[in-house]
């Protein structure tokens, strides 16, 4: 065997062997078992194809007809570069850039991605190459040739320099994708670029089998030319490190998730999502914690795609997919590239998300803010791109400090592996004080969470994340399609959206299943947490965060927890990013952190405590905290739909723009359930200074009656068990008649006498005010009626 190219990834080498010959298998067998058995051989795989997509979600035709007789693609094989127009003035003549709603302030309500303040600053691209990893380029297009640049392109599935894509009528893609970035403005074809002056190239790898070795060879490709690649990332560019591009994915329609995609949870990698025409959520669209903005693309078939070129020489108005979504940043990355050359990769990143605009998506469920006050969504990271406000970050836009990475394994107690079972929830928490000892991580960019699960469905798990300063974050939502065995081993889960934030303080991963089969099991082996970011603000007028107190820890509420008492010292593991270990005899990590003791609890003033369980530490608590609820002398953490709940999966409050349903019936079993929207036959009450709410129509009708659900106005009659009612089943009575009672149904449903019970006021000595006396009394009368009445079910 030899080694085949250069390493990958620093340490990742691709070896091949001669296959012919006699006693080839032969001799494979002997030089793998001979790699395998060297001590600095980490791991040794075996290349395989793979299946790989291109990430768009329907396949449109070209409607605007070829230029002139399209020739045959392979055959075109010269390479010319051509002088730079100059840059036209707006509006561009170009015959398509009247369609570019996105580029033009044309999406509902007014909004784009602001790319044309960028352009009136003189910024179109200059000296930025970008390459588009996909099935090839049409780099002789009319609206390209200019612009194309042979040194950002390969053909990896044809092993030469020509990413021309076979004629076939199924490679458009990535032609489609270069004429986003870098079609040319101010001539007579099509429509315009965001990066009109950038350098375009392709390299041709999803036109075959795609394995390991094409996907490296894609990515290392003249790292110290290119600049962006859509699709190293700290070597290229000199050391400042490539900007990797990467589409969110299309599975939404089967409720996918981009948390289960290897590309998107890298923290190398600029996630990008999609918005539509009308500033909603494509249905096609993935959601997971590591998107980091979105740009806009398609929606419906009556909706607006993106205009672009086609092959081979033709034009589309029906570019679609997150795919549209990606080179549309890709361009705008350019722009902030020719302002700033001298931008990082992690520099990139944190001008995309300061400058990200939610506005124009606020009306989407699912925001909210995390704990330095920006608005995040798992729909659409920080918001919609904003070319005008990244360009004039990046103009002044100094270094970030040096990356650190600190890493916190928790180990769990015995049993270890932990059995779980059906539905479950479980949380794991630990302290994390920021590696002061190794190398500190006091301000965060990336979070991840590798953990190894095994589940006999693996998409009924659901993995949540809580932060010291009060961010939750989704790591993995239920994916009902996903039904898997296997679970997830070693996978990281990766979140942006506590960017910023201060990691010192307690962390917390609620595991939970929301499975129905109770047969169903598995293990849930062990979870580590990987902080990265840096040891000082990002930028001098950052906020800096003060010395950490072990014994003062970040909590999402103003109560926060108590002082703890005695914990355990066996529950995490701590490595500062190279440093040595810094865990030390008392559990902590840092310069003596750790849980501390308490000599004297009796002399805390505390009207009662609670013992708040966080993983397997257990704190003696005045009260329970925000997004936990007494349960006897525990505090158990509420559901993580919840932001407040009176029980495990009973709501009181909801995050973000949620809705809570409030019908406290025994007829409706999701009573205290957190929703986008209202179910049928309930309606939205939004009031400023409370929860908004689910709650039941008001019945118009006289007693007996109740008015239909297609708002007719027709009264239609209750039924017979009912003297009122909101629906015509004996399930929907809001009073019985003469000789009928409530009763309960399955242990889910809700009696006539929890209300009753839940309606009483206390008064401050926790007696019963005198005016519920009478109520008191007729307890036992509605017991004795709700039990006959089940006797005669």
Not at 373 to 378: K, L, Y
Not at 578 to 601: A, D, F, Q, R
Not at 744 to 763: A, F, L
Request: proline share 6%; net charge negative; with cysteine.
């Amino acid at each position: 065997m030899v080694v085949k190219g250069e390493p990958f990834l620093d340490s990742h080498y691709f070896l091949s062997e001669d296959k012919t010959g006699l006693g080839a298998q032969r001799r494979r067998k002997r030089s793998l078992e001979s790699i395998q058995d060297r001590p600095e051989v980490a791991e040794l795989i075996v290349d395989r194809p793979r299946r790989r997509v291109k990430r768009d979600y329907i396949e449109q035709p070209s409607i605007i007809g070829p230029l002139e007789e399209a020739q045959s693609g392979r055959k075109r094989r010269q390479t010319t570069f051509f002088e730079r127009r100059p840059v036209p003035k707006l509006p561009f003549p170009d015959p398509l850039y009247s369609d570019q709603w996105y580029l033009i302030g044309r999406a509902v309500g007014g909004f784009d991605m602001n790319v044309r303040e960028a352009w009136l600053m003189g910024y179109a691209g200059r000296n930025v190459s970008i390459s588009i990893l996909d099935d090839g380029i049409q780099r002789d297009h009319p609206d390209l040739v200019h612009n194309y640049d042979p040194y950002a392109s390969t053909d990896i599935n044809d092993h030469d320099a020509d990413p021309t894509p076979q004629n076939n009528g199924d490679n458009k893609h990535g032609t489609r994708c270069a004429g986003e970035v870098a079609a040319i403005a101010g001539n007579d074809v099509c429509g315009v670029g965001v990066a009109f002056l950038s350098k375009i190239g392709g390299v041709r790898m999803l036109d075959g089998p795609v394995s390991d070795s094409v996907e490296a060879a894609s990515l290392n490709l003249n790292q110290q030319h290119i600049d962006i690649y859509s699709a190293r990332i700290k070597q290229g560019r000199g050391g400042k490190g490539n900007i990797f591009v990467w589409a969110s994915g299309n599975g939404g329609s089967r409720q996918d998730s981009c948390s289960a995609d290897g590309y998107t949870t890298s923290i190398y990698t600029l996630s990008i999502s999609s918005a539509t025409f009308d500033n909603h959520k494509p249905w096609y669209l993935e959601e997971c914690p590591s998107s980091i903005a979105t740009t806009y693309s398609s929606a419906n078939i009556n909706q607006p795609a993106i205009v672009t070129v086609d092959v081979p020489i033709g034009c589309t108005k029906m570019h679609t997919g997150t795919s549209a979504s990606a080179p549309l940043a890709a361009g705008i990355i350019a722009l902030a590239l020719e302002a700033n050359p001298s931008l990082t990769w992690r520099d990139m990143q944190h001008i995309v998300l300061r400058t990200a605009n939610p506005n124009p998506l606020l009306n989407n469920p699912g925001w909210a803010i995390n704990g330095v006050g920006r608005r995040i969504s798992n729909k659409f990271g920080y918001g919609l791109m904003d070319a005008g406000a990244l360009v004039k970050l990046a103009r002044v836009w100094q270094t970030v400090p040096e990356q650190h990475m600190c890493t916190y394994e928790y180990i769990l107690d015995a049993p270890r592996p932990r059995p779980i079972t059906g539905r479950f929830a479980m949380n794991f928490s630990l302290e994390v004080t920021g590696c002061l000892q190794g190398l500190p991580v006091l301000y965060i960019e990336h979070i991840q969470v590798i953990t190894t699960i095994r589940f006999g469905k693996r998409g009924d798990l659901k993995l949540t994340l809580f932060s010291p300063m009060g961010t939750r974050s989704v790591l993995l939502p239920p994916r009902p399609q996903d039904y898997n065995q296997n679970g997830f081993h070693k996978w990281p889960f990766l979140t942006v959206q506590m960017w910023g934030e201060d990691p010192r303080g307690i962390w917390t991963l609620l595991v939970e299943s929301i499975s129905t089969n109770m047969n169903i099991g598995g293990i849930f082996s062990d979870w580590t947490m990987l902080l990265y970011g840096t040891e000082e603000p990002a930028q001098p007028s950052d906020q800096r965060y003060g010395p950490y107190n072990s014994q003062q820890f970040h909590r999402p509420s103003s109560g926060g927890i108590g002082q703890p008492s005695q914990v355990g010292t066996n529950n995490r593991r701590v490595n500062g990013g190279g440093g040595s270990g810094n865990l030390n005899k008392n559990g902590g990590g840092g310069s003596g952190g750790g849980w501390p003791e308490i000599e004297n609890t009796k002399e805390r003033d505390l009207d009662r405590e609670i013992n708040l369980t966080i993983g397997y530490f257990e704190i003696c608590v005045s009260h329970c905290d925000t997004g936990f609820y007494a349960d006897g002398d525990k505090c158990k953490r509420c559901s993580s739909d919840c932001e407040t709940c009176s029980s495990g999966e009973l709501c009181d409050t909801c995050h973000g723009a949620k809705l809570l349903i409030d019908v406290k019936h025994y007829g409706h079993l999701d009573h205290g359930r957190c929703v986008d929207s209202c179910p049928s036959g309930l309606v939205a009450v939004y009031k400023s200074t409370i929860q908004a709410k689910c709650v039941l129509k008001i019945n118009t009708c006289a007693a007996g009656y109740f008015q239909s659900d297609q708002a007719t106005g027709v009264c239609l009659d209750c039924d017979k068990a009912c003297a009122l009612c909101h629906g015509p089943g004996p399930l929907q009575c809001d009073q019985c008649a003469p000789g009928y009672g409530n009763s309960s149904i399955g242990e889910d449903s809700e009696s006539d006498i929890d209300v009753v019970i839940d309606e009483m006021e206390v008064e401050e000595d926790g007696k019963i005010k005198e005016e519920d006396i009478r109520v008191e009394e007729n307890i036992i009368d509605l017991i004795e009626k709700a039990s006959t009445s089940k006797e005669a079910v």
